[in-house]
Nanobody, 119 residues
Framework: QVQLVESGGGLVQPGGSLRLSCAVS????????MGWYRQAPGKQRELVAN???????TYADSGKGRFTISRDNAKNTVYLQMNSLKPEDTAVYYC?????????????WGQGTQITVAS
């Protein structure tokens, strides 16, 4: 069974920084692309950033220049460094990964971590 466990959320003041981590565990053969999504109250879940297995990254416009996604393949971990946080960044942040196991390739989600940006 594959598990994605996020950490690093919390309360931060506007302009502050947070770093999220997501560790993938289980009987993994290979992890393809990994990403971070977020869902604010009353809104649909949206992509924040994505990184493929070679390290190529894409970002939603909302996070360009402020957020940086990275991964450590040796640790099966993806990170999201968030700087200059704004109140509109408040949401539950979810980690996602496309993972190959013995039964094939499928996507997995973490449980989510709350980020609140407020004074």
């Amino acid at each position: 069974q594959v598990q994605l466990v996020e950490s690093g959320g919390g309360l931060v003041q506007p302009g502050g920084s947070l770093r999220l981590s997501c560790a993938v565990s289980g009987r993994i053969f290979l992890i393809y692309n990994m990403g971070w999504y977020r869902q604010a109250p009353g809104k649909q879940r949206e992509l924040v950033a994505n990184i493929d297995s070679k390290g190529s990254t894409t970002y939603a416009d909302s996070g360009k220049g402020r957020f940086t996604i990275s991964r450590d393949n040796a640790k099966n971990t993806v990170y999201l460094q968030m700087n200059s946080l704004k109140p509109e960044d408040t949401a539950v942040y979810y980690c996602y990964g496309n993972v190959r196991t013995a039964v094939g390739i499928r996507g997995y989600w973490g449980q989510g971590t709350q980020i609140t940006v407020a004074s």
